[in-house]
């Protein structure tokens, strides 16, 4: 397992952080801009209340990964939880389990915050993802997600 130093991102992160967010929504084939990008990580460090982005170094500092969360509440179970929206770990880190690292992280600050329950979703093919989301131990939810564009 490679080791990794993980910690809540800041605004001397984001010049490492833009390039990984960019892969990742590469990968969803998605093109935000990146100045869209960049005030999304900015609005999250100005208001960690609404959420927040961590970020995955090697031992010698080169970003390796990243993952963002977002609080909102779930009127089921009248609870607050943790909505892990994006994981991503750079192609040369893959498979060393830096992704569990960032999803049990992503735990941990939950807890923090006194949230017993961190969620996500990852597209069906997405089967490397879903292998790695089982190790941790998580299981799939029994919701079908739908998506409303409001454009």
Request: net charge negative; charged share 25%; hydrophobic share 40%.
């Amino acid at each position: 397992m490679e080791s990794a130093r993980i910690q809540v991102v800041v605004e001397r992160d984001l010049d490492d952080l833009l390039p990984m967010v960019r892969l990742y929504c590469d990968f969803y084939q998605v093109a935000p801009s990146d100045q869209d990008l960049q005030e999304l990580s900015r609005s999250l460090i100005d208001r960690p209340s609404e959420g927040l982005q961590i970020i995955a170094r090697t031992k010698d500092g080169q970003p390796a990964g990243f993952a963002t969360i977002y609080w909102s509440w779930s009127t089921l179970t009248a609870k607050r939880f943790g909505l892990m929206n994006d994981l991503f770990v750079l192609e040369g880190h893959r498979g060393k389990g830096l992704a569990d690292q960032l999803i049990l992280s992503c735990g941990e600050l939950c807890r923090e915050r006194g949230i017993d329950s961190l969620c996500w979703q990852t597209a069906t093919d997405n089967l490397r993802a879903q292998t790695v989301y089982e190790r941790v131990g998580a299981v799939s939810s029994r919701w079908v997600d739908y998506e409303l564009k409001l454009d």
